[in-house]
């Protein structure tokens, strides 16, 4: 069974910083990992899909890398702004399996 | 329709009251999935669909948990004498097919039982 660590769990940084947070899972056989951002009381929003077959994506000041070897994903977040506090959470499709497994997120604050 | 829609956006209900709520997902999703998420921890997992067909319900809870997506489009869950454990966020997601592509999340029904 397909289990998802986020560390660290808080994180609170400067306006502008360059932060990573990361996301390590225990099944190698992994199909696809994606990110999402949750704002308090709201749902998920998906941020950056990777299937197996790629290492990295890219959407403006985010950067999610994919390592199956050594079971870890890093979302890299480029110059960090007050709008990005929220929830960051991965979530984990095991090959053979329809059913993602996420971690419990890492909740971000950027302080002005 | 453009995304997931879930309804109520928040339930309160009484200790010992049936609640049913409901998901409209993505227009020809196949896939559709509910998850619930207590304050500060991550979505867990409740049940699968894959058109009107549940093929997972591993995840709920007891036996007070059902849900239905009988034409393959709009589900719905439902709790029966609800408790106050059952208090958190229930997610409703929907993907095109087997989740290769990824999945969209809808905002979620906060239940409140009281």
């Known amino acids: 069974k397909q289990e998802v660590t986020q560390i660290p769990a808080a994180l609170s940084v400067p306006e502008g910083e360059n932060l990573v947070l990361n996301c390590s899972f225990t099944?190698?056989?992994?199909?696809?990992l994606q990110w999402f951002r949750q704002d308090p009381g709201k749902g998920l929003t998906s941020l950056l899909l990777i299937q197996s077959s790629q290492r990295e994506q890219t959407s403006g000041r985010l950067n999610a890398s994919l390592d199956k070897s050594s079971g870890r994903s890093t979302l890299y977040i480029a110059a960090s702004q007050p709008g990005d506090s929220a929830t960051y959470l991965c979530?984990?499709?095991?090959?053979?399996?329809?059913?993602?497994?996420f971690g419990r997120g890492t909740s971000l604050i950027v302080h002005p | 329709g453009a995304g997931v829609s879930q309804s109520p956006r928040y339930k309160v209900a009484k200790r010992g009251q049936d609640v049913a709520l409901r998901c409209d997902p993505i227009s020809g999703h196949v896939s559709l999935f509910w998850y619930q998420q207590a304050l500060g921890q991550g979505p867990e997992f409740l049940t699968y669909?894959?058109?009107?067909?549940?093929?997972?319900k591993s995840g709920l809870p007891s036996d007070r948990f059902f849900a239905e997506r009988p034409e393959g489009s709009v589900s719905t869950l439902k709790i029966q004498r609800t408790q106050q454990e059952d208090s958190a966020v229930y997610l409703c997601?929907?993907?095109?097919?087997?989740?290769?592509?990824?999945?969209?999340f809808g905002s979620g029904t906060r239940l409140t039982v009281v």
């Open positions: 997601a929907s993907s095109l097919g087997t989740g290769g592509r990824g999945y969209t």
């Open positions: 979530a984990g499709l095991s090959g053979g399996s329809y059913i993602p497994t």
């Open positions: 099944d190698s056989a992994i199909y696809n």
């Open positions: 669909f894959q058109n009107e067909a549940q093929l997972d």
